[in-house]
T-cell receptor, first 115, second 112 residues
């Protein structure tokens, strides 16, 4: 089965540093998402991305966050100046246009620890 | 926006018993309700889903029920096995490209 790949699996950073989380969606997928899960809390939607622009974003996705697809394959989430409360598991997900959310594929996540 | 509440947060059952996890949602326009299973260190995997035009769906030992009037849906696992131990998440969406809104998860432990 095709997989959404996320790198790194773990990222440790100092508060105030920039981090970039990377995702390689499945090759024919064109809708991309970032979700995050703070330890012990629910999985929260951050942003959706289609046709090289943000489709929707949550209130969590403030000016410190940005997404891009720089080379047509990788889909990245950048946090400009990390805060302690950004520590979470970040999941990338993708799907094919025209399919429903039941065809949403999740990556295995990046555990971000901000010290 | 949508708010999904999930109960219980942890659930322990004996092998062979049934497990029931319940979720409520707030947005009456939500029409798609998936359940995900997440094993330790792995990605969430869709195990079953239901749309608002049906009240129940079953797939072998797993079933989901939906009560649109009360705005709640439940996951039922019968004849539980140790490999059913995982965290289970419910979610809701208006469909289309609307993002999924997840519950907080239920950690299910099946004791052999």
């Amino acid at each position: 089965e095709p997989e959404v790949t996320q790198t790194p699996s773990h990222q440790v950073t100092q508060m105030g540093q920039e981090v970039i989380l990377r995702c390689v969606p499945i090759s024919n997928h064109l809708y991309f998402y970032w979700y995050r899960q703070i330890l012990g809390q629910k999985v929260e939607f951050l942003v959706s991305f289609y046709n090289n622009e943000i489709s929707e974003k949550s209130e969590i996705f403030d000016d410190q966050f940005s997404v891009e697809r720089p080379d047509g394959s990788n889909f990245t989430l950048k946090i400009r100046s990390t805060k302690l409360e950004d520590s979470a598991m970040y999941f990338c997900a993708s799907r094919v246009p025209g399919t429903g959310l039941e065809k949403l594929f999740f990556g295995s996540g990046t555990q971000l620890s901000v010290l | 926006g949508e708010n999904v509440e999930q109960h219980p947060s942890t659930l322990s059952v004996q092998e062979g018993d049934s497990a029931v996890i319940k979720c409520t949602y707030s947005d009456s326009a939500s029409n798609y309700f998936p359940w995900y299973k997440q094993e330790l260190g792995k990605r969430p995997q869709l195990i079953i889903d239901i749309r608002s035009n049906v009240g129940e769906k079953k797939d072998q030992r797993i079933a989901v029920t939906l009560n649109k009037t009360a705005k709640h849906f439940s996951l039922h696992i019968t004849e539980t096995q140790p490999e059913d131990s995982a965290v289970y998440f419910c979610a809701a969406s208006r469909g289309g490209n609307t993002p999924l809104v997840f519950g907080k998860g239920t950690r299910l432990s099946v004791i052999a």
